[in-house]
Structures are given as C-alpha cells and as structure tokens.
C-alpha cells in the first residue's frame, strides 16, 4: 500500500500511525485532526475538515512544560537563562521536524495537492507543526502521562544522546562576532557559497569572512544553520 496519505484508506492509515506510536487513541478524530494540514482542510471545506492548528497549539504548551520539567529536574544548578536557551533549541523547528522523520510522521499528515506536489512531506515546518498537534492529541486523549511518554521516548531521548549541552543552545555567530571585535573592526560576512539537493532536502554551503579572509566554511538544512556551523567551525580554527 502506498504510504501517500490520499491514495490509501483513513482507517487504515490511522491505524498504522496508532500501531508506530504504540497507542490506541479512544478518540480517533483527535489523531485524525493532528494529521490534517490547513491545505488539505482547505480543499475540503464541504466535508468540515478541521486542520491541525489548533492541536498545535495545545502541544506547543505542552512540549514547552514536558521539556521545562525535564530540564529543571535534570540540570538543578542550572539559572534561568540558561534553561530557557536549551529548551528553546530542543523545541525549535529543526529538532521537532527531525522528531517527525524519525517517527516517519511525514508519511501520514493528510496533504492538498498543492503542498504534496512541492515536498510538503520533507518541509521542516509541517512536521514541526504536525509534531506539536500530534503531542496535543496524545495529551487530550491519555492524559499528561501519555504525552510525557511519547517525548521522553522522542525529543528527549534525542536530547539524551547529545554530548554537549553547549552544542544544544550556543549562538557560534554571536560568540565569533564578539572575539573577533577584541582585535579588529573589520566587519564579519556570511556568503552562500554553494547549495545541493532538491527544493523539498536542501543543503546549504556558507562561507563566513572576516573582511576578506575565508574564516571557516559550514552546512546546514537551512542558510541560518550553515551560517551557525561556519562560526563555530571559525572558532574552532581561530582557537587551533
């Protein structure tokens, strides 16, 4: 069976998404709202589709108090600040939409033609958004258990296997930018110097310059996180 959401069967696509998470929803229009894009909704206003929006919402608090529990537990000495700098990286977009392709999440979200035709399954920002809608169902239908279940087996898991906490929340421009100031007022740049792979899995290449001088080269799923990985790869340079 095709794993396109349009060309198979609800019912059992519904069951599949159940049977990948380990849970049986009592109230199986909640997992069916968590999966529908406003796209889809939109193609199908006769039908009363509800999107997943509002589910998103509700998970987006979730995941902000799940995680805020987990790090005040985990990291007792550590200040506010830093606190809200970690849980804001383990629940930005790029760390849910990986959370999303790991639970294969993207095979499922019920699409419009429009968005399926464009990559819509691979974009980062529908699975972030599915992410969170889909934590919103889990804690409507079981409970702040059952929610709390399905991240520490996902998002934190994944925080779990970091080695470093300061690669979770260090901003490497902010960082270069500031050492570089303590000895020259020649500017800092970001280049794009070289991009590959299709719209909907793009990488990027950015070279970060100090003036003229080629400082360290980066990639990312994004221009914002090729532009981190030059500075960082900068400092490391510059400290070398």
Do not use: W
């Amino acid at each position: 069976m095709s794993k396109k959401v349009q060309k198979a069967n609800k019912s059992i696509v519904l069951d599949e998404m159940q049977r990948k998470l380990s849970y049986t929803f009592t109230n199986s229009n909640l997992l069916e709202e968590a999966l529908t894009h406003s796209s889809y909704a939109n193609e199908h206003r006769n039908e009363r589709v509800k999107d997943n929006e509002r589910l998103e919402f509700l998970g987006d608090a979730i995941l902000d108090l799940i995680i805020s529990e987990y790090l005040f537990k985990k990291h007792p000495e550590m200040p506010e600040g830093d606190l809200s700098k970690i849980r804001a990286s383990i629940v930005c977009e790029a760390s849910l939409a990986k959370m999303a392709r790991f639970i294969g999440l993207g095979e499922y979200i019920l699409l419009g033609k429009g968005e399926e035709m464009t990559g819509g399954r691979e974009r980062a920002s529908i699975l972030a958004d599915g992410f969170e809608a889909l934590t919103g169902a889990l804690f409507l239908d079981g409970g702040f258990n059952e929610a709390k279940c399905f991240l520490t087996d996902t998002l934190i898991a994944q925080v779990e296997q970091v080695a470093s906490l300061e690669d979770l929340y260090t901003d490497y421009k902010t960082l270069l930018q500031e050492c570089i100031q303590k000895v020259s007022n020649a500017p800092i740049h970001y280049e794009v110097v070289g991009e590959e792979g299709p719209d909907h899995d793009k990488y990027f290449y950015v070279e970060v310059y100090h003036d003229t001088i080629s400082l360290g080269r980066g990639i990312g799923k994004s221009k914002k996180e090729a532009e981190q990985d030059a500075a960082k790869k900068a400092l490391n340079n510059y400290k070398n």
